[in-house]
């Protein structure tokens, strides 16, 4: 192997490695994702209870699937928008229960979200029911998608 060669490996193997580097550190710390995913949930829910469908389907992915433990699979974003206008507009809102979102990185992809929410009337005067859910966060650029969800144990508040 000659010196050029050697030379332009090293510089290969070295640019990898900054590159690698470079990645790395342009990921955000977890509170900084915390605060991220914090931000997008309540613009995404700010549009669910509002029945802002333009603003829920710039934040969701085309591709979007939705596991809900009552009502099965929804595969698409515009079944979700439909579903949304159809049984969600002016019958319910969703809240989230203070302390338990919590986020986890997905490196070099997004985050997971997970947490319980409650379900009340339109104007938040009573709430009566209560579940689970985990999101996929996928960050495109400077814009994020909403890629999967799970919806599940909902129950009375009560319980």
Not at 93 to 122: S, W
Request: glycine share 6%.
């Amino acid at each position: 192997m000659n010196a050029s060669s050697l030379w332009t490996r090293s510089l290969a193997a070295a640019a990898l490695v900054l590159g690698s580097a470079a990645a790395v550190a342009a990921e955000p710390s977890r509170a900084e994702l915390t605060r991220q995913v914090e931000a997008l949930d309540q613009a995404f829910f700010d549009a669910f209870n509002n029945c802002k469908l333009d603003k829920l389907k710039d934040m969701v992915a085309e591709d979007l699937e939705f596991f809900h433990d009552k009502n099965g699979l929804m595969r698409s974003r515009q079944a979700f928008i439909t579903a949304v206008k159809n049984n969600v507009c002016g019958k319910f809102r969703r809240e989230p229960i203070a302390g338990t979102m919590v986020v986890y990185p997905l490196e070099n992809f997004g985050a997971i979200q997970m947490g319980d929410h409650k379900f009340c009337t339109p104007d938040g005067s009573r709430c009566e029911g209560k579940g689970k859910y985990v999101n996929v966060w996928q960050r495109k650029g400077e814009r994020w998608e909403m890629m999967r969800v799970l919806s599940y144990e909902h129950l009375p508040l009560s319980e």
